[in-house]
């Protein structure tokens, strides 16, 4: 039987660091997606989180 390979965690600092994402946008993702400094999360996951971010309506509120 094969074992899942599940993706790996990732700060999301460092993701934003690697997709170029200035500080304010940062701010942003985390007030909206309510991850606390240093959260760990795959690259699928904070790729749609900034989607949603970045396609939401203006004062939208949470993602």
Known sequence: ????????LVPVETLAEAAKLPAWELAAL????????????????????????RNRPQGGGSI
């Open 30 to 53: 985390r007030q909206a997606a309510n991850w606390a400094e240093g959260k760990h999360v795959t690259q699928a996951e904070f790729d749609d989180a900034v989607t949603r971010l």
């Open 1 to 8: 039987m094969k074992k899942k390979t599940e993706a790996p």
